[in-house]
């Protein structure tokens, strides 16, 4: 069995971006209202005042300066503070999720970059963090549209969703039960956030990847990435989750509402993750008989910029270049499993046959996924 590459990688950006400064105002006169609304509970102390945010305090936490959304007009709204429904629902195939219809926006741009049509495809994979629809699958819709044929199925691993779905891919396209595999990565987390909360309102924005996977003596891509390994890690935890499933729906009057949506404890996860991270990236490097030197560039999770730094400044052993190990969060904030694979289809062009770099995403559940890949 030969190798297999990444023959198309495609980014769906939402069409709406919204800025920290309109964000803050949206929220900061949220909060004007609720302390209002609570002013008596307040003053008596049975009830704390809700604080301002501020761009500076966002861009210090996080290094987000904007964000993607489906739709962004509700957060500006005090008395709203959650998305209206995506003006994507109402387009053509109405039936079909939001999250279906990013999906194949970025399925339909790789599929390009790799030179293929839908009918090429016999296995397609929605590998994400959250769902807009468990029944039926969104994966076996996508195959639908696309006129792919074979399998398909939806699959999930917090922010490593996209690295475990090529991985899955990878593993069925070696044993033969699959030709050419499309993974697609869509994000619409706008719905499950908590913009009430001061300390998460910010993070995640909307947005999908896909990545075409085959054998490399079929493509005829001038894009493609071998893949030279790979290498997965999970451990539970729940320092970061949401809590919305099945059970919410009988169990809705106990539950609140906070409570099945994000939610997570960063200082806990910056301080067991990443030295995780760090040690995984390094033994993978060490197995392959390769140093960090060797490598043209990192495409780590975008999670915020403090996260990112830390991990790659002991990597490197000094601070990053953008060219080193490139940042998107700054314009698409966290997009969760999407966020290594962003980074890697915006900033790969400049790659020549043989250069190496690694793919790192990390994240929810705890979760790891390495990939290193060489440029055809």
Request: a negative charge.
């Amino acid at each position: 069995m030969g190798n297999i590459v990444i023959s198309g990688t495609g980014v769906f950006t939402p069409p709406n971006a919204l800025s920290n400064e309109e964000l803050v105002a949206g929220y900061n006169a949220h909060v004007d209202l609720w302390n209002a609304e609570h002013a008596a509970e307040i003053e008596v102390g049975d009830m704390t005042a809700k604080a301002h945010s501020s761009c500076e305090f966002i861009e210090k936490a996080s290094g987000i300066k904007s964000r993607y959304l489906m739709e962004a007009s509700g957060l500006k709204e005090p008395d709203r503070m959650y998305p209206y429904l995506s003006n994507m629902a109402e387009a053509e195939l109405a039936s079909t999720p939001v999250q279906v219809k990013m999906a194949l926006e970025a399925a339909l741009k790789a599929l390009g970059e790799a030179g293929l049509k839908g009918s090429d495809i016999d296995m397609v994979i929605i590998s994400a963090s959250v769902w807009e629809r468990f029944v039926p699958s969104m994966a076996t819709e996508l195959q639908s549209i696309l006129g792919a044929k074979g399998f398909s199925f939806d699959m999930a691993m917090g922010c490593s969703s996209a690295t475990f779905g090529m991985s899955t891919a990878q593993d069925a396209i070696a044993s033969g039960m699959a030709n050419k595999a499309l993974v697609v990565t869509a994000e619409y987390l706008s719905p499950l956030m908590a913009y009430e909360d001061r300390d998460g309102h910010f993070i995640f924005g909307d947005a999908a990847v896909a990545m075409v996977l085959e054998r490399e003596e079929e493509t005829a891509s001038k894009a493609a990435f071998r893949i030279k390994d790979r290498k997965l890690f999970t451990e539970f935890s729940t320092n970061i989750q949401a809590g919305f499933g099945s059970r919410v729906l009988i169990e809705r009057d106990r539950i609140g509402d906070q409570e099945q949506r994000f939610s997570q404890s960063g200082r806990a996860v910056f301080k067991e993750l990443l030295p995780k991270v760090i040690e995984h990236v390094e033994g993978h490097m060490s197995s392959l008989g390769k140093s960090i030197s060797d490598f043209k560039r990192m495409w780590l999770h975008q999670a915020n910029i403090n996260m990112n730094l830390f991990a790659s400044k002991k990597i490197l052993g000094h601070t990053p270049s953008q060219d080193e190990a490139p940042t998107i969060l700054d314009q698409y904030a966290n997009t969760a499993g999407a966020g290594c694979m962003i980074a890697f289809n915006n900033h790969k062009q400049d790659f020549k046959s043989g250069d190496l770099g690694l793919i790192c995403s990390f994240g929810a559940s705890y979760s790891i996924g390495s990939f290193v890949v060489e440029k055809v």
